[in-house]
């Protein structure tokens, strides 16, 4: 009788927390919504998501920012301007996809980034959120390319999924002056060409990001999402 209890108490207490979880994960999400963003996953489902900001075990801040969530969220013409860009991959590349790393990101959570970043090597890779980055505005993605095998094609630096080790010595290579290989200037070229091509703007230092419209006319057309 006492372990039908105890389990009992378990399961009430389990409910809790996971209740309180997804709380926090639905804050982001509603963020999103209401400021008018899709699910890239409607405008084209067969584009993957990673995304980094949810798993401390995959961004240079080792933080979970998004609460777990699990959905990119873009503009709605960005969002279909990025399945152009699936599409124009896929002719290209047979079993090929994009794979979004980052979309829409609230100030709030630039804000933590830039704070932890700020008066390091790394802080030009983190907008200064008074001026609100493209994130913001839910019309910038971080983007890699997956191949047919399941595995992120070779891009060089890239603050994504490693170690804090593995960035600092990819960070000294590339300031030391360590040409990229053939094979990681192709590939970067291929992504750049692919989103250009579906009319994204690349950003020169972040080989990974893109803005779906220029800056100004971001600024003019939506509100930041806070």
Request: with cysteine; hydrophobic share 40%.
């Amino acid at each position: 009788m006492r372990i039908v209890k105890y389990t009992y108490l378990i399961k009430i207490i389990l409910f809790f927390l996971c209740s309180d979880i997804l709380a926090q994960d639905n804050e982001i999400e509603k963020k999103f919504i209401a400021a008018g963003l899709v699910d890239v996953g409607t405008a084209d489902k067969t584009i993957l998501v990673d995304l980094v900001n949810s798993d401390p075990q995959k961004n240079f801040f080792r933080e979970d920012y998004y609460r777990g969530l699990n959905r990119a969220y873009l503009q709605k013409e960005t969002a279909i301007k990025l399945s152009k860009a699936q599409t124009i991959l896929k002719s290209k590349k047979k079993g090929f996809s994009l794979q979004v790393l980052d979309a829409a990101r609230p100030r709030s959570v630039s804000k933590l980034m830039y704070d932890k970043m700020k008066g390091t090597k790394f802080e030009k890779y983190v907008a200064n959120p008074d001026k609100g980055s493209m994130h913001n505005y839910g019309i910038a993605v971080d983007i890699t390319i997956i191949d047919q095998t399941g595995n992120e094609i070779d891009m060089g630096f890239s603050p994504f999924r490693k170690s804090t080790t593995e960035i600092y010595w990819q960070y000294l290579k590339m300031k030391f002056g360590f040409k990229l290989t053939k094979e990681q200037s192709e590939n970067r070229q291929l992504l750049a060409d692919i989103m250009k091509q579906a009319d994204f703007i690349p950003l020169s230092h972040e080989w990974w990001h893109f803005d779906g419209m220029q800056k100004e006319q971001a600024r003019k057309r939506y509100k930041i999402i806070e």
